[in-house]
């Protein structure tokens, strides 16, 4: 079996960061050189997340800390809302009401750059388009949309939607957010999930963490009504839920992502 693969510094630098509080950066270096990264990548990932506003880092090198800002908050918090929601759906706790939620952008030419803009958050956040300007999606995604300003969008539910002829609810769902690409997106999770754990368990964690986030980034999360049954992402995350709780229970205080999975 090959070497696991190296976390992304931006995840480790998030997997460390309270919801509220402040982390050491020696913990965040250390357990990223354990993890395979050396200090630079996770250093750049730093300076990013605190020129974006996400962060803010007090003290240099491993002697400094780092806290949130509201803005990277409520960044981190909408992330985590597409997890809990997959969470909910794989314990059945998110059954499909049914309804299609439609979101049209509505701009005149002159904000074309406003249009496009809103356009990528919607794709970003699972919609799929089904013509100009207009998206939909089996869930509401308010909450997960970053832009506050909604003066653009034009939003409606339906309980019945056709696209191209099809009405069918599960050939809509192949249709617009097909199975294929999303079930490859997990093999990296099954990988993770196989191999030996790491000698040190928040390492084991860290690397979790970094393969469920790369299999969800392109996940639209489906209700499991819209997926094939049995449903492979499904049975997938379930195993991990099980190993990071695992991780968690001998961890402890020390445990990543450290309230975000119940806030």
């Known amino acids: 079996m090959s070497a696991a693969p190296v976390p992304a510094p931006r995840t480790v630098v998030e997997a460390f960061l309270p919801l509220d509080g402040e982390v050491g950066l020696d913990l965040v270096y250390g357990t990223a050189n354990a993890a395979g ?11 990013r997340l605190v ?20 803005a990277g908050r409520a960044q981190l918090d909408r992330d985590r809302l597409a997890l809990r929601l997959a969470r909910a759906q794989d314990t059945g706790r998110a059954p499909w009401d049914g309804s299609w939620h439609l979101l049209a952008v509505s701009v005149e030419e002159s904000a074309r750059a406003v249009r496009d803009a809103w356009r990528r958050e919607l794709s970003a956040v699972g919609a799929a388009p089904v013509s100009t300007g207009l998206h939909v999606s089996a869930h509401d995604l308010s909450a997960l949309l970053a832009t506050a300003d909604r003066r653009h969008l034009v939003l409606a539910t339906t309980d019945r939607l056709e696209v191209h002829g099809t009405s069918d609810p599960l050939a809509l769902a ?39 986030e790369r299999a969800v980034r392109d996940d639209p999360l489906l209700p499991p009504e819209l997926r094939p049954q049995p449903w492979r992402p499904a049975r997938l995350r379930r195993r991990w839920y099980a190993a990071w709780t695992a991780l968690a229970e001998q961890l402890g205080t020390r445990t990543l992502y450290r309230g975000w999975w119940d806030a």
């Open 174 to 212: 192949e249709r617009l957010w097909p199975a294929a690409p999303v079930d490859r997106a997990y093999d990296a999770l099954a990988d993770a999930l196989a191999r030996p754990p790491a000698p040190d368990p928040l390492v084991q964690q860290l690397r979790l963490a970094d393969a469920l």
């Open 51 to 70: 020129a974006a506003g996400d962060v803010e880092q007090r003290g240099r090198g491993r002697a400094g800390t780092l806290r949130l800002t509201g």
């Open 37 to 47: 990264l050396a200090d630079q990548p996770v250093r750049l990932a730093i300076r």
